[in-house]
């Protein structure tokens, strides 16, 4: 593979439940299941890793046009336990302005 292109490989997820949950999935990563872990295949960019993930595009109407959107998010180590736990998540992050305090003219926080 050359070192000029990123290769980014999904499969089916076949563990989709929601309609926030990607439709492509990172592939397991095989050796590691041999060690009894569960983890994927990520995508290397210079020396850091990603994971990936990837939805159906859809037209305004909701149809599927063929393609596909994929999300590459830096791969952050599980603090949760040393044996790799933890779901990554994949819903829209939204960021809402905070309010401001009463009885001040100025936002909280200031």
Known sequence: ?????????VI?????????HPDWVAP??????????????????GNAWYNQAGWNTKD???NPTGGITIKLSPNTPSSASSTGGGQPSFAPQK????????GTNKPSGF
């Open 95 to 102: 960021t809402f302005a905070k309010k401001a305090a009463y």
């Open 60 to 62: 305004d109407s909701g």
């Open 1 to 9: 593979m050359s070192n000029e292109a990123i290769w980014v490989n």
């Open 12 to 20: 089916p997820n076949e563990k989709k439940t929601e309609e926030k």
């Open 28 to 45: 397991p990563n095989v050796e590691a299941q041999a060690k009894g872990k569960n983890w994927t295949i990520g995508v290397k960019v």
